[in-house]
Nanobody, 117 residues
Framework: VQLVESGGGLVQPGGSLTLSCAAS????????MGWYRQAPWKQRELVAA???????KYGDSLEGRFAISRDNAKNTVTLQMSSLTSEDSAVYYC????????????WGQGTQVTVST
């Protein structure tokens, strides 16, 4: 399974950004997909996750500003982010769970999001 993120970049405070992740390879292995982020000197944290059936969960205090969606036909997962602040600056990683290897996750290479003037 390969995951490729796109859509990161520089955005001003209060702005919006959309990240996309495209899955390829043995995609039938994939179950839940999600986004995590890691800022310098901080632990990687959950941003949002979505199941095959579309059930969603969000990291603390992110629901309302962030929205995750998934297109199973296109094997993509999207993260829409709004009202961004400097605290949202981080490397954002796409993640996919593997039905054959419970507890194992596939990861993308990450995409940088910087919120700054």
């Amino acid at each position: 399974v390969q995951l490729v993120e796109s859509g990161g970049g520089l955005v001003q405070p209060g702005g919006s950004l959309t990240l996309s992740c495209a899955a390829s390879g043995d995609i039938d292995r994939i179950t839940d997909m999600g986004w995590y982020r890691q800022a310098p000197w901080k632990q990687r944290e959950l941003v949002a996750a979505i199941s095959l059936a579309g059930r969603k969960k969000y990291g603390d205090s992110l629901e309302g500003r962030f929205a995750i969606s998934r297109d199973n036909a296109k094997n993509t997962v999207t993260l829409q982010m709004s009202s961004l602040t400097s605290e949202d600056s981080a490397v954002y990683y796409c993640e996919a769970d593997d039905r054959h290897w419970p507890g194992y996750a596939h990861w993308g290479q990450g995409t940088q999001v910087t919120v700054s003037t």
